[in-house]
């Protein structure tokens, strides 16, 4: 069975300063790895995603992933959070099928 | 359209009516899925369309839960005699067929219709 695991449900952090968000995954096929960013009152946006290639990706608002298949870990981090950074973030796999597993989400607050 | 779009926003309807809910996918995207986010909580697979096979329902939570599709057109969530649990956010996401390059399991998501059952 493929399940995500967010491992911390708040994470405070001063502005400017760095933050990871980790995430782990389990699974024994295939997978593509995702992280959501859910601001209050919206739906969830792609923030990024692996599909193959490269395990470092980049993505919007200066994020990075880093896909670690040994660890089977995804963690998001950025060098210097802002304000407008404080959400909801969910990671999620993937197989090639239809089954789209999310985790719990990590609530991130920067604060000012 | 340019995205997913969900109606209504809000919904406020009182325990045993029945409400029902619209998804309108981004055009082109065969996949469908409605999931639903209890308040503080990460989200639960209702259901999942693909063109016009039959649907996934694993997650409907109970028989009070229909969804319909029709081809890769819009989509409606039905809840029967609404219960005061059924309150949360109800997201739906769309995505081109899932499959082995990747880009079929990228979901782009509506903004979520806020249920409240008095």
């Known amino acids: 069975a493929q399940s995500v695991t967010q491992l911390d449900s708040q994470v405070p952090v001063f502005e400017e300063a760095p933050v990871e968000l980790r995430c782990n995954y389990s699974?024994?096929?295939?997978?593509?790895l995702f992280w959501y960013v859910q601001y209050p009152n919206q739906g969830l946006q792609l923030l990024l995603k692996?599909?193959?290639?490269?395990?470092l990706v980049k993505g919007i608002n200066g994020f990075e992933a880093e896909f670690n298949k040994s660890q089977t870990s995804f963690h998001l981090r950025k060098p210097s959070v802002h304000i407008s950074d404080t959400a909801e973030y969910f990671c999620?796999?993937?197989?090639?099928?239809?089954?789209?597993?999310f985790g719990t989400g990590t609530s991130l607050t920067v604060i000012p | 359209g340019a995205g997913v779009s969900q109606s209504p926003s809000n919904k406020v309807t009182e325990k045993g009516k029945d409400v029902e809910l619209r998804c309108d996918p981004i055009?082109?995207?065969?996949?469908l899925y409605w999931y639903r986010q209890s308040l503080g909580q990460g989200l639960e697979f209702l259901i999942y369309?693909?063109?016009?096979?039959?649907?996934?329902k694993s997650g409907l939570p109970s028989d009070r839960f229909s969804a319909e599709r029709t081809g890769e057109s819009v989509s409606t969530l039905t809840i029967q005699r609404t219960q005061q649990e059924d309150s949360a956010v109800y997201l739906c996401?769309?995505?081109?067929?899932?499959?082995?390059?990747?880009?079929?399991?990228?979901?782009?998501f509506g903004a979520g219709t806020r249920l409240s059952v008095l």
């Open positions: 996401a769309s995505s081109l067929t899932p499959g082995t390059s990747g880009r079929g399991n990228i979901q782009y």
């Open positions: 999620a796999a993937s197989g090639t099928g239809n089954q789209f597993y």
């Open positions: 369309f693909q063109g016009n096979s039959a649907p996934d």
């Open positions: 692996y599909l193959s290639g490269s395990t």
């Open positions: 699974s024994s096929v295939s997978v593509y």
């Open positions: 055009s082109g995207h065969t996949a």
